[in-house]
């Protein structure tokens, strides 16, 4: 398996612009769960689906911030309109019933200048 | 959630044990220590989980005190490439969410 497949790997653009990052979970696995890590602020959580539909959105900063999940292979965070601020790490994770751990994308990097 | 308690950072020579100590004096009953670890730049990776009772994989092992307050890591052979932050999380057993600390800094030297 490829494990967790994030896209794009870096992404560098302009305040106000709208930003869609990507994430394919490992198949078979139910749940998918987006962070974001700073410096200032470490990893945080910012939301996490179950079979498709948000369970905790408790974390997502403000309504700038929108996560779908339209089918169990395909989730996208956006960011509209993106600010300086939100220059992070952001990683996509899966998990399922069956496993004791949550497997980790290698990231993407945005840069808000 | 169970806080939990690191130190910020540790050293360690190459080729000898590293211990990694959590505190979690708040834990519940039917929460579980897990053990995640980042390499610089790359997505958190688990190493071990534990209830009560001491684990151990082929990555590490986890000892849990028997009051359950706190626990450690030990890597038994450490190597330049664990150097990477540790992260201790407590949380309950089929609960999904993962809220990280700060960690320790373990960096592993010649």
């Known amino acids: 398996d490829a494990g967790v497949i994030q896209s794009p790997r870096h992404e560098v653009t302009e305040m106000g612009q709208e930003v869609t990052l990507r994430c394919k979970p490992i198949?078979?696995?139910?749940?998918l769960f987006w962070y974001r890590q700073t410096m200032m602020r470490g990893l945080e959580l910012l939301i996490y689906?179950?079979?498709?539909?948000?369970?905790?959105d408790s974390g997502m900063p403000e309504d700038r911030f929108s996560a779908k999940m339209p089918n169990a292979s395909f989730s996208t965070l956006k960011i509209q309109p993106s600010e300086p601020r939100d220059s992070a790490v952001y990683f996509c994770?899966?998990?399922?019933?069956?496993?004791?751990?949550?497997?980790f994308g290698p990231g993407t990097r945005l840069t808000v200048l | 959630d169970a806080k939990t308690t690191q130190p910020t950072s540790m050293d360690c020579a190459e080729g000898r044990a590293a211990n990694l100590p959590c505190n979690h004096s708040t834990i519940s009953g039917n929460e579980y220590v897990y053990w995640y670890r980042q390499i610089h730049s790359q997505g958190p990776q688990y190493i071990i989980h534990g209830l009560k009772n001491n684990e151990t994989n082929e990555m590490a092992s986890l000892i849990i005190t028997e009051d359950r307050k706190s626990s450690t890591l030990i890597l038994p052979h450490a190597t330049l490439r664990d150097t990477a932050v540790y992260y201790c999380i407590v949380r309950p057993g089929g609960y999904n969410k993962l809220i990280f600390g700060a960690g320790t800094r373990l960096a592993v030297h010649p």
């Open positions: 198949s078979g696995h139910n749940s």
């Open positions: 994770a899966s998990t399922s019933e069956l496993e004791n751990e949550q497997f």
């Open positions: 689906f179950n079979n498709n539909v948000p369970i905790d």
